[in-house]
């Protein structure tokens, strides 16, 4: 779908949780984006102005409501799909009106959603004439920036993006229940669990071999577990001595019988853990090759000391947002079908002056 360029991107924004208020507020200050539309989940929410159910403090002109068709005969150029859990059915809907879609439900490459539903997703991309791009800080933005890492090397041998955090502030999300925190140590089917619950870091061994010109021929998954040395006062979680309080990931993907890419996270909700294991509060990003190419990427605010604690909480869902919020101009431009990195030009920001 082409966009006049004399006008401002049309956009609905689906979903207010605590992602999608932070894109709503992103689309609301950009001259370049108007927002159009608001799709939210109950009845309590319809009608309600868009700024209201995303804590602006300001009226927007724009009600929810709850009714999938109104937001499709709104006809708008895109919409940003930000549910905790996706719906694919609502996908194939939007996508076969003609409408692009980019979501940071758990989507890149459409691998983690099975064969079935990918393959449906793209015949009603391509039925649409629409793009659906799917990102977030990690997976998505962080792979982008590996790709770029590696534009100085001769030769790439294997690249790692490793997110290693301390994320016992986040561990009463409700997307963090997959995890397992605090299940006790062996349980059985623990870490086919894990594995389910990190299947989106799959699609990113996938959409960086992609950006690697890398053709894999296996995608495994390795689970590591430590416990905690004493029972855990954490917000929303129960986590005892003994229990799961940290988890070692790793999505391998390999090319001709060689690892060649590697998407590894190390989450912990506790420095009290056994096996003792460092953790960086960065992502770190490694590029082997000639040269190779080491990266330490830290997202933190500007000024800590003047933030309250839901404000820095707010920080996660702020970098999960952007890098959608920020690639829309070029998804609305793109091809039609599942796109990744791969297809669109570098995305950054856009400067305070001229958002």
């Excluded at 590697?262 to 420095?271: D, K, S």
């Excluded at 009290?272 to 990427?297: C, F, K, S, T």
């Excluded at 919020?325 to 079908?337: E, S």
Aim: charged content about 20%; some cysteine.
């Amino acid at each position: 779908m082409e966009t006049a360029s004399d006008r401002p991107i049309r956009v609905v924004q689906w979903t207010t949780g605590n992602v999608g208020r932070q894109s709503l507020a992103a689309v609301a200050e950009r001259p370049g984006l108007e927002l159009v539309g608001l799709y939210c989940h109950g009845a309590e929410k319809a009608g309600k102005d868009a700024g209201e159910l995303a804590g602006l403090g300001r009226p927007l002109g724009v009600r929810a409501t709850d009714d999938v068709e109104a937001i499709i005969a709104l006809a708008p150029d895109c919409v940003l799909y930000m549910p905790l859990h996706p719906d694919v059915e609502h996908l194939e809907r939007l996508l076969r009106a003609g409408i692009n879609v980019l979501t940071t439900a758990s989507f890149l490459t459409g691998r983690a959603y099975g064969r079935a539903a990918r393959d449906a997703l793209e015949d009603a991309a391509r039925a649409g004439g629409a793009s659906l791009f799917g990102s977030g800080v990690n997976p998505g933005y962080a792979d982008q920036l590996a790709a770029v890492a590696s534009g100085v090397c001769r030769r790439v041998d294997h690249v790692t993006v490793f997110e290693s955090f301390d994320i016992g502030m986040w561990a009463g999300d409700a997307n963090q229940d997959g995890l397992g925190w605090g299940r006790p140590a062996g349980d059985p089917g623990h870490a086919d669990d894990v594995r389910e619950a990190t299947a989106p870091f799959g699609d990113a061994v996938e959409a960086l071999a992609e950006l690697l010109d890398a053709a894999l021929d296996d995608v495994r998954c390795e689970v590591g577990f430590a416990h905690a040395t004493k029972d855990l006062d954490l917000p929303g979680r129960e986590v005892k001595a003994g229990t799961v309080a940290g988890l070692d990931v790793r999505w391998i993907g390999a090319a001709g019988g060689a690892d060649v890419v590697e998407a590894h996270v190390r989450w912990t909700v506790t420095p009290d853990l056994d096996p003792a294991w460092d953790v960086a509060m960065a992502y770190l990003i490694e590029v082997r090759g000639h040269p190779q190419v080491n990266l330490r990427v830290e997202v933190l605010p500007q000024d800590m000391t003047s933030m309250s604690l839901d404000e820095m909480l707010a920080i996660g869902s702020v970098i999960t947002a952007m890098p959608v919020v920020n690639a829309i101009p070029a998804v609305v431009a793109a091809r039609p079908g599942i796109v990744t990195y791969a297809d669109l030009p570098t995305q950054s920001s856009r400067h305070a002056a001229g958002r």
